[in-house]
């Protein structure tokens, strides 16, 4: 129940307004560098819940699920199993992080150059925020390694994606690409490549060359972390098991 004032004027005060204006006030001076998760998570829920105390409601998020992060990738059932979440909670925490990997995409998803392994990292990345299941990615290139589009080609679960090849030499001649960057993650494991990786490079590079495009490079994400098909050495491997 909240307990009201009045102010001056006649407009409502809740008794937890004073304490929203402080945490609101503390942002603004320091952003949330120095919030504990769970305040980070009181914060988060003000979207959610326009007055009263969200203080207990963060705690019993986090203590539920174990981490700030763990909440936000937590299924729409599971968080509204939680006392105290309503649907709209829900769908407020489910928003944000697709909001932020459309905000990190959109940021990258105008034609840019991918000349170096930084750069590619840099635009792929995003694109593997808060992904809880594989996802391949295929980046088209001219001769100048500027980007001409990017494709989603699959997603499937968390362990795997099948990968149409087909689908892959079809977008990049769409575009007169002369080159392809491939991107892929592991969700759950580390960015060293299995032997489907592996093979699936293989014949894609394969088909790639047929039609005179070159495979420029393959990264695998896990986590905040990449591995580069080129600078790991499995890149001149593949080219040399096809050149055989």
Known sequence: MIISTVRKGGTALGVHDDHRRRVYE?????????????????FLLFLARPRGDTNPLAHALIDRFGSLSAVLDAPIEELERVPGVG????????????????YLENKTSHKVPLTSVEEASAFFMPKFFARTQEAFYMAAVDDRRVL??????????????????????????????????LAHNHPRGITLPSSSDMAVTREIYRALRLVNIQLVEHLIFADNEFLSFVQSNYMDSIRQSVQD
């Open 26 to 42: 503390r942002f603004l001076r320091e952003g949330l560098a120095g919030f504990e998760e769970h305040n980070a998570m009181e």
């Open 87 to 102: 649907h709209s909670s829900a769908v407020v925490l489910k928003f944000i992080p697709q909001m932020c990997a459309y």
């Open 148 to 181: 001409l589009r990017c494709v989603l080609i699959s997603e499937g679960s968390a362990n795997a994606t099948a990968v149409s090849v087909a689908k892959v030499v079809s977008e990049a001649l769409k575009c007169g690409a002369t080159g392809v960057m």
